[in-house]
């Protein structure tokens, strides 16, 4: 194929994958008032799965009071903020629905240009790389941002100051958060391609395994600011394996790297 007919042929995909996220786009604007309402806003009621664990497990300073249970409500300052709202959480959330499809799409350009060998090792990387993503995102949906939350809201310097929390901060956080654990569950995918490259061994795991775990710590602590350590270990945990994990799918060294 000469550059043209290349270009012409990535046009194409392009246009597919436009299409793809602007249908999903659409079916997502029309549905987002219900998903707002029950999936977006549901850390901030008290019904919330991980809210009912920690009153079942009675987890002090993350139990509810029958009488007060944790509750927060949004305040919008701007204008057209809810419109803009509306539209881009619906484009965000199509992204994040279909990339699967949008990596599929760009994988079919790709692919005639790989060895046999190649191909494979791509097919293994992209399926491994969608899992780990929506386990990542599940991971900041269902555990760091509503701890994030739960903490950041009822946090006052002073008695004298009232907490009201605005639309923008809110889907600041909570995209933020999901987005940034569901990047970093791709780590063991980077471990993995490192390793198939001959950069990344077993051993670098076992020897940095101490300090891992103190900057796993650190990085857990400022993750979900808590004071109490079981919301610490909670978020420090799913770090870990992701650490544990990326050692085991890594090759060993040669024996004459060992």
């Not at 194929?1 to 290349?6: A, I, K, P």
């Not at 079942?56 to 249970?69: H, N, Q, V, Y």
């Not at 305040?75 to 990596?103: D, K, R």
Request: some cysteine; proline content about 7%; overall charge neutral.
């Amino acid at each position: 194929m000469s550059f043209w007919s290349h270009l012409d042929a990535l046009r194409k995909v392009l246009f597919r994958i436009a299409v793809v996220v602007f249908a999903a786009a659409a079916v997502l604007f029309c549905a987002m008032p219900w998903l707002f309402d029950n999936v977006i806003m549901a850390p901030a009621r008290p019904g919330f799965p991980l809210y009912r664990l920690f009153d079942m497990l009675s987890i002090p300073g993350m139990t509810d009071e029958p009488e007060a249970p944790f509750s927060i409500s949004l305040i919008n300052t701007e204008l057209s903020a809810q419109l803009f709202t509306h539209m881009s959480l619906s484009g965000y959330l199509a992204l994040v629905i279909t990339f699967p499809i949008v990596i599929y799409l760009l994988w079919t350009f790709i692919r005639p240009a790989l060895y046999e060998h190649e191909r494979k090792n791509a097919t293994t990387a992209f399926l491994f790389g969608n899992i780990m993503f929506y386990i990542g995102v599940a991971v900041g949906y269902f555990l760091v941002f509503p701890l994030t939350l739960r903490f950041l809201a009822t946090y006052k310097l002073s008695e004298l100051i009232d907490n009201t929390f605005t639309l923008e901060s809110y889907m600041d956080n909570f995209t933020g958060i999901c987005l940034i654990m569901g990047a970093v569950f791709e780590l063991p995918l980077l471990a993995w391609l490192l390793g198939k490259m001959g950069i990344l061994h077993r051993s670098f795991f076992h020897k940095y395994r101490r300090h891992a775990v103190v900057a796993l710590l650190v990085v857990a602590a400022l993750i979900t600011p808590t004071g109490d350590p079981f919301t610490l270990f909670v978020v420090f945990f799913p770090l870990y394996a992701l650490w544990e994990f990326s050692a085991w799918i890594v090759p060993k060294a040669p024996p004459e790297e060992a």
